[in-house]
């Protein structure tokens, strides 16, 4: 059971650990991720469901660090060109 809501675990996390453990950590939960994914490609078993998990665990921790005042637009812009290269 969760007693406290997910922004504030990020945030009590951040206080805990600091904004340069937290970068750390999500390079190398990015990391494992990609270890995860190369072992796919070759077949081999994996937990990449689990390696997403942390990986958007560390992700919303960098938005907390870095906020978020241009994601939302970044990641419009970013799907209209994705679109339009479906389109064309």
Request: hydrophobic share 40%.
């Given at each position: 059971?969760?007693?406290?809501?997910?922004?504030?675990?990020?945030?009590?996390?951040?206080?805990?650990?600091?904004?340069?453990?937290?970068?750390?950590?999500?390079?190398?939960?990015?990391?494992?991720?990609?270890?995860?994914?190369?072992?796919?490609?070759?077949?081999?078993?994996?937990?990449?469901?689990?390696?997403?998990?942390?990986?958007?665990?560390?992700?919303?921790?960098?938005?907390?660090i870095f906020g978020?005042?241009?994601?939302?637009?970044?990641?419009?812009?970013?799907?209209?060109?994705?679109?339009?290269?479906?389109?064309?």
């Amino acid at each position: 059971m969760i007693r406290m809501d997910t922004k504030e675990i990020y945030k009590k996390t951040i206080e805990k650990w600091g904004k340069t453990a937290q970068v750390l950590m999500a390079i190398e939960e990015m990391s494992e991720l990609t270890k995860e994914l190369l072992k796919d490609l070759r077949g081999k078993s994996c937990s990449i469901q689990e390696e997403i998990v942390d990986v958007e665990i560390m992700l919303e921790q960098l938005k907390e660090i870095f906020g978020t005042e241009y994601i939302d637009i970044f990641r419009k812009s970013k799907l209209q060109r994705l679109e339009a290269m479906l389109d064309g």
